[in-house]
């Protein structure tokens, strides 16, 4: 839960994705990460995280950082997509899935008359 949208040169604080469980399980849980949509990593956005996050039992969480890159381009919002799935032969299973969109970094104009903007 949170904020489903970043925005490029908002801030040079990474955000941070959580992985987590509702609650703590007695046994090892663990589910494979798949990173896609129409963002590009390394150039729009900085996010490492493990193809495989293991929980083991009595763990709920994991929390990496996600960095969203001025690519100083005009372009239209991009996304990622995080899922959490596993295979068991028959196909992909889907626990989660959530997409993060990046806005292009925000460009303002001040008119005359006006004497305060806020950015971000």
Known sequence: SGIDYLVESCTDI???????LTAPSEDTLSYQVEIGGTATPGSDYMLEVPNTVVFLPGETGFTFPVTVLSDQEVEPNETITIRLANNFGCG???YAELVINLADELRVDINSGQDTAYIC
Request: glycine fraction near 0%; charged fraction near 30%.
């Open 14 to 20: 990474p955000d941070e994705l959580a992985i987590s």
């Open 92 to 94: 992909d299973v889907v």
